[in-house]
């Protein structure tokens, strides 16, 4: 695992300055793609995929302008400040286990910014990454089936590194962070967008490596560790009915689970979850 390097760095993340820093991990130099103008990591990495891309490849933007969150939203991506990526994988798993993934992939992004100093992080279901409580990071997992059978998993990854406030557009400014301002206190953490990335990555590997051996009972463990919503009144969707309730629990196959005041337990399959104080 690569140590955390407290310079920031803006320079472009090409194959020449990752390689070094990828060695035993699931992406290696010869799968991996820098970009320096796209539309979007994903659309980009599932074109690669359907071309026979292999496991292990990633695509880095250097600018990217097209980029999307779940739900069809837009992701903002500030070029040399931010990181924009996406990772092509090919588990033999079943399509309702897709939704493991995302959760695998918040845990190993976690603990790869609380490694670089990053405090206050947290998970919110199903995809998001906060710092002191506002996004930080947003995760989007797509997926190619065959028959009942998953062939290709892109999983796109976007983190506001260096970015500051007045970086943001306006009406992202009281939701969004980047892991350098959402310390507080007008503290200003430097980081390595390099390094921060080969963290990922490597972390990202122990814990894909371990899913395909144990399943996702560690990987829920941790995930529920880093969710202080669990217990408190959220709004989410059920169906198509927006209602409120609170949130109990992860199911045994990474759904929420929700105590619904007339229906009582239900999970949430898809959908957002709003929590009744923001932050939390």
């Known amino acids: ?124 279901w199903p995809n998001d990454l906060l710092v002191a409580g506002r996004k930080a990071a947003g995760i989007l997992s797509e997926m190619v089936l065959q028959g009942h059978q998953v062939v290709v998993v892109v999983i796109g990854v976007g983190i506001n590194v260096h970015t500051t406030t007045d970086d943001f557009p306006p009406e992202l400014r009281q939701t969004a962070t980047s892991l350098m301002d959402g310390q507080g206190d007008g503290q200003q953490l430097p980081l390595s967008r390099s390094q921060l990335l080969a963290a990922f990555l490597h972390r990202f590997t122990d814990w894909y490596r371990r899913f395909l051996r144990e399943g996702f009972a560690p990987v829920r463990q941790q995930w529920l560790a880093r969710a202080p919503f669990m217990g408190r009144s959220v709004r989410v969707m059920l169906g198509n009915e927006r209602v409120d309730a609170r949130a109990i629990d992860l199911d045994a196959d990474g759904f929420l689970l929700v105590d619904h005041p007339d229906r009582g337990r239900c999970r949430v399959v898809s959908g957002d979850l709003l929590l009744d104080q923001w932050p939390p």
Request: aromatic content about 4%; some cysteine.
């Open 1 to 124: 695992m690569p140590s955390n390097n407290s310079s920031v760095d803006d320079a472009p993340l090409t194959a020449a300055v990752m390689a070094p820093l990828l060695t035993g991990s699931l992406f290696q130099p010869h799968n991996y793609h820098y970009v320096a103008q796209l539309d979007s990591t994903s659309r980009t990495a599932m074109a690669m995929a359907r071309n026979g891309a292999a496991e292990g490849s990633v695509v880095v933007a250097g600018e990217q302008h097209g980029g999307r969150g779940r739900l069809e939203r837009s992701w903002y991506h500030h070029p040399s400040k931010n990181l924009a990526f996406s990772c092509i994988l090919r588990p033999q798993i079943e399509p309702m286990r897709a939704v493991q993934l995302t959760l695998l992939t918040g845990v190993a992004l976690a603990e790869s910014v609380e490694t670089a100093g990053v405090a206050g992080v947290t998970l919110k």
